[in-house]
């Protein structure tokens, strides 16, 4: 399990695997979500810009869980 932690009200699901390194760039996100498997809070997502708060969890098939938290 990996922690994103943040300081604001929320992080794009593309910032947060950029910070999870999960992918090297911000370029790299679109094309990731299109060919991995990801899942916010159990449900299946696509979208780079999909909110997160504090508390929500991203299983990324292949790289584990990633869960948001207060900095």
């Not at 910032?15 to 760039?25: E, I, N, R, T, Y």
Request: hydrophobic share 40%; no cysteine; aromatic share 4%.
């Amino acid at each position: 399990m990996r922690e994103v932690a943040i300081s604001t009200e929320y992080i794009t699901l593309g910032q947060a695997l950029k910070l999870a390194d999960v992918v090297g760039s911000g370029g790299e996100v679109k094309a990731f979500l299109q060919e991995s498997k990801v899942t916010v809070n159990g449900e299946p997502e696509n979208r780079r810009g999909r909110k997160l708060v504090p508390g929500d969890s991203v299983d990324v098939e292949g790289f584990g869980v990633i869960v948001v938290k207060t900095r």
